[in-house]
């Protein structure tokens, strides 16, 4: 995560790290074996997809 984000929450989901940055309403994910990110999102999208899978 660059340094104009604040990182708020951090949370391990299977083999993922998945962070938010509630300011920017973005989201990361990590991979957890190397800890390179795999990809970024609107929080939305992460919010919808933790609330779909149940996590």
């Not at 104009?4 to 300011?23: H, P």
């Not at 190397?34 to 990809?39: A, D, I, M, R, Y």
Request: glycine share 10%; aromatic share 18%.
């Amino acid at each position: 995560m660059g340094n104009i984000y604040f990182g708020e929450g951090l949370t391990l989901l299977g083999e993922r790290l998945c962070q938010i940055a509630w300011l920017t309403n973005t989201g990361f994910t990590y991979d957890l074996r190397n800890l390179s990110k795999v990809c970024s999102a609107l929080i939305l999208l992460i919010l919808f997809l933790f609330a779909w899978f149940g996590f």
